[in-house]
């Protein structure tokens, strides 16, 4: 159980920022937000992560709500290469290992 | 950029047979994590490994898998006698701790039991 709810599938438009949602309402106060995804025909890659302050890297930017519930991963500027499965996984679930779900489809329009 | 690399690309083998999965980790990394993705469903957790041996091992990984370091770097997955529902993709993980930090994955071994 990954015990987050993300959309199935969400559709961007090159060069336009996508916020990709994710639920997490029962979250615990130490675990983590991750997100990760993965590009057709290979592994999973890390994006970002954070706890409870909005964190920015080269990546992406991730905004999580103030009662933690929710988070928010913004990719500025989508690309045809930002195509992919995104996952949002609460951390650390029973240890260090990653719980996926299902994650969202992102397709990127040209 | 440092990653971690695995082989084969793509295994077939017969049912019944031992395949060993192999993977070089990124060379500070200390934890490692064998996960698997059946076509077209989720990645699941199978074992993570530290400080040469298993840390967490999920249900699917039972007495047919085994993991280890034989030479101190490269670490491997065996499946004694395969079965047609193992075949999958199987992803090597590797990090610097064991906790919310970032894990680095592999390109990952196609496995195909016949």
């Known amino acids: 159980d990954a015990k987050t709810t993300q959309p199935n599938s969400m559709e961007s438009n090159e060069e336009e920022p996508v916020h990709l949602p994710c639920n997490h309402s029962t979250i615990s106060g130490t675990d983590y937000i991750h997100w990760y995804r993965q590009l057709p025909s290979q592994g999973p890659e890390y994006v970002i992560h954070?706890?409870?302050s909005n964190v920015n890297n080269r990546m992406a930017s991730l905004a999580i709500a103030e009662d933690r519930k929710s988070s928010t991963l913004i990719l500025h500027r989508a690309t045809l290469r930002d195509a992919a499965v995104y996952y949002c996984?609460?951390?650390?679930?029973?240890?260090?290992?990653?719980?996926f779900g299902a994650g969202t489809i992102l397709r990127v329009k040209s | 950029e440092p990653e971690v690399t695995q082989t084969p690309s793509h295994q077939v083998t017969q049912m019944g047979q031992e395949v060993i999965l192999r993977c070089v980790p990124i060379?500070?990394?200390?934890?490692f994590y064998w996960y698997r993705q059946i076509l077209g469903q989720k990645v699941e957790f199978l074992v993570s490994?530290?400080?040469?041996?298993?840390?967490?091992k999920s249900e699917i990984f039972d007495d047919q898998f085994s993991v280890e370091r034989p030479d101190g770097s490269n670490f491997t997955l065996k499946i004694r006698s395969t079965k047609l529902e193992d075949s999958a993709m199987y992803f090597c993980a590797t990090g610097t701790a064991s906790e919310n930090t970032e894990a680095f994955f592999g390109q990952g071994t196609r496995l195909t039991v016949v």
């Open positions: 996984i609460r951390g650390p679930e029973y240890g260090n290992k990653l719980v």
């Open positions: 954070g706890l409870t």
């Open positions: 060379s500070n990394h200390l934890y």
């Open positions: 490994f530290y400080n040469n041996e298993i840390s967490e």
